[in-house]
C-alpha cells in the first residue's frame, strides 16, 4: 500500500523523489522520508534548532536533515573525511569533494558547515561545550561499542530538550558494536529514551514525556508507516515504522513517487512468497519437459536403430548412402539431452 508523505518543501522533495537514488551510501528509503518529514515537522511545531550529523560518506542521509533548513539554524556535517585511519573499523568512507558536489547538485544552503574530525576528538575540541543547541543529531560514524557510546553521550549532552537523536544500525548483524554501544551507555546512565523504530535506525528522546510527544507526532505525520505499537526496547514502549512506497507531496501542490530501483525489502512479504511460489512451479515444469524430452529421444532411438541395423545386413549397397545422415541425426539426438 502506497503511503503519503507530509507536504515537504520544495528541495527536500526533489531530491526524495529524483536524488536519492542518485547519491550513494546506507539509508532506507523510507527512513529518508521519515527523517526529511520530522525535521519539518519539528519547526512546524515550534521547534528550532541546527542539526547535526556524524558519519557522512557522500551525504546520503544528511541531506534530508539540511535542505531547505532556515538560514538561521545550520546543519553541522561531521566525518573524519580524508584522515580515513581514524575510521577504525572501516564502516563506510567519508569523501568530502563527493559530498560538496552533492550539497552543490541538490542545493543545499550556506549554513552548512563541514568538520572533518573523529568523534572521539569532539570533545576535546569543545565541541560539547558549545552547549545544547541541536535539535536533530544524528549517529552514524564508527560502528564499535565505543565510538557509538561516545557519540550516544555527546549526543545527549548538545540537545536541546525537544531535540532528538537518531542512531543507525542498532539491529545491523554485521555491525554489532551499535546496539553493544546502546546499551552500555544506557547502562551506564544515559538519558536518552528510546522513542520510534524506523528500517534501520532507532530514534531517542531527551525524556520519557517527549519520547512519548515524538511516538505522537510521528503517528500525526506518517499515518500510514505505523507498522507496530507499543514494542518494549530496554524499559521502554516503542512505536516502529516500516518500509513504504511513497508518493512525495511538495508545497506547490505537487505529488510523485520516489524514482530509480526500489529494494527488495520494499516488495511485501506476501508478494514474494507468491513470486517465489511461481518460481518453483516453472522449475518444476522445465524439469517435466526435459525428462519428456528424453524418454521421446530414447523412444526414438530405440525404434529406429533396429531398422537401420536390419537393413544395413540385408541392403548393404543402399545402407551406405544413408550412412551419414544416420550419424548426423545420432549428433543431433546426442547434443539435445
Ligand atoms: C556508514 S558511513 C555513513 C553513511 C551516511 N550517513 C549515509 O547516509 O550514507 C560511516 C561514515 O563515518 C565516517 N567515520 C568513521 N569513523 C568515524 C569517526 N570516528 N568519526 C567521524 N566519522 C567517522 C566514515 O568516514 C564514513 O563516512
Known amino acids: 500500500m502506497t503511503a503519503v508523505t507530509p507536504v515537504l518543501p520544495g528541495l527536500k522533495a526533489r531530491y526524495l523523489r529524483s536524488g536519492l537514488h542518485q547519491v550513494k551510501g546506507w539509508l532506507a528509503v523510507s527512513t529518508a522520508v521519515y527523517l526529511s518529514g520530522i525535521e519539518v515537522a519539528q519547526r512546524t511545531d515550534g521547534i528550532t534548532g541546527d542539526v547535526a550529523e556524524i558519519g557522512i560518506h557522500h551525504g546520503k ?11 538561521d539554524q545550520r546543519a553541522i556535517a561531521i566525518d573524519v573525511f580524508d584522515n580515513q585511519t581514524a575510521n577504525v573499523d572501516g564502516s563506510g568512507r567519508g569523501d568530502r569533494s563527493i559530498f560538496e558536489q552533492n550539497l ?16 572521539l576528538d569532539l570533545e576535546k575540541d569543545g565541541f560539547v561545550e558549545a552547549g545544547r543547541r541541536f535539535r536533530i543529531f544524528s549517529i552514524d560514524g564508527g560502528h564499535t561499542a565505543e565510538i557509538t557510546e561516545n557519540d550516544l553521550w555527546i549526543a545527549e549532552r548538545t540537545v536541546i530538550d525537544r531535540g532528538l537523536v537518531v542512531l543507525d544500525d542498532v539491529l545491523n548483524r554485521h555491525w554489532l558494536g551499535v546496539i553493544s554501544g546502546l546499551f552500555t551507555y544506557l547502562g551506564n546512565g544515559g538519558a536518552l529514551v528510546p522513542a520510534v523504530f524506523v528500517p534501520n535506525k532507532l530514534i531517542l528522546a531527551t525524556s520519557a514525556d517527549q519520547a512519548k510527544y515524538y511516538r505522537v507526532l510521528f503517528a500525526e505525520q506518517f499515518p500510514g508507516g505505523r507498522e507496530k505499537s507499543d514494542v518494549p526496547l530496554a524499559g521502554n514502549l516503542i512505536d516502529v515504522y516500516a518500509e513504504r512506497p511513497w508518493l512525495v507531496r511538495d508545497t506547490d501542490g505537487g505529488s510523485g513517487p520516489i524514482t530509480g530501483h526500489e529494494p527488495m525489502a520494499t516488495i511485501p512479504a506476501a508478494r514474494l512468497a507468491e513470486l517465489e ?13 526435459r525428462a519428456e524430452l528424453t524418454a521421446t529421444q530414447q523412444r526414438l532411438r530405440a525404434a529406429t536403430m533396429p531398422l537401420y541395423r536390419k537393413a544395413a545386413r540385408r541392403m548393404p549397397w543402399l545402407a551406405r548412402p544413408v550412412r551419414p545422415i544416420v550419424r548426423q541425426v545420432r549428433g543431433v539426438l546426442h547434443r539435445t539431452k
Open 277 to 289: 511460489r511461481q518460481l518453483t512451479s516453472a522449475q518444476r515444469e522445465r524439469d517435466t519437459t
Open 61 to 71: 542521509s544528511f541531506l534530508c536533515l539540511s535542505l531547505d533548513l532556515p538560514v
Open 104 to 119: 552543490t547538485t541538490y542545493g543545499a544552503g550556506s549554513n552548512v558547515e563541514i568538520r572533518q574530525s573523529s568523534s
